[in-house]
Nanobody, 120 residues
Framework: QVQLMDSGGGLVQAGESLRLSCAASGSKFTIKDMGWYRQVPAKQREVVAT???????NYADSVKGRFTISRDNSKNTAFLQMSSLTPEDTAVYYC??????????????WGQGTQVTVSS
């Protein structure tokens, strides 16, 4: 079994920055892609940024130039550096990872979510 622990959310003012972290723990697992998603009430969860195991990244148009995703494969961690935050970035942010545990098939794992609130 694998657990993802995401953290780093909080309350900030517009224009400020936050850094989210995601740490995977467990045994005998391999991580392929990692990503950050966000969700606001009554809306579907949306992708914010993704990163492959070799470091290729993709971003939602709404965060390009403001957010940066990175990862440390040696520590099974991922990060989301968020800058120039706006109230529209307010959401619960979830870490996601595509993981293979032992001989089991690849599957998605999710963190518990961390709240980001941006005041105007």
């Amino acid at each position: 079994q694998v657990q993802l622990m995401d953290s780093g959310g909080g309350l900030v003012q517009a224009g400020e920055s936050l850094r989210l972290s995601c740490a995977a723990s467990g045994s005998k697992f391999t991580i392929k892609d990692m990503g950050w998603y966000r969700q606001v009430p009554a809306k579907q969860r949306e992708v914010v940024a993704t990163i492959t195991s070799d470091g290729s990244t993709n971003y939602a148009d709404s965060v390009k130039g403001r957010f940066t995703i990175s990862r440390d494969n040696s520590k099974n961690t991922a990060f989301l550096q968020m800058s120039s935050l706006t109230p529209e970035d307010t959401a619960v942010y979830y870490c996601n990872a595509l993981v293979k545990v032992g001989v089991m098939p690849w599957r998605d794992y999710w963190g518990q979510g961390t709240q980001v609130t941006v005041s105007s």
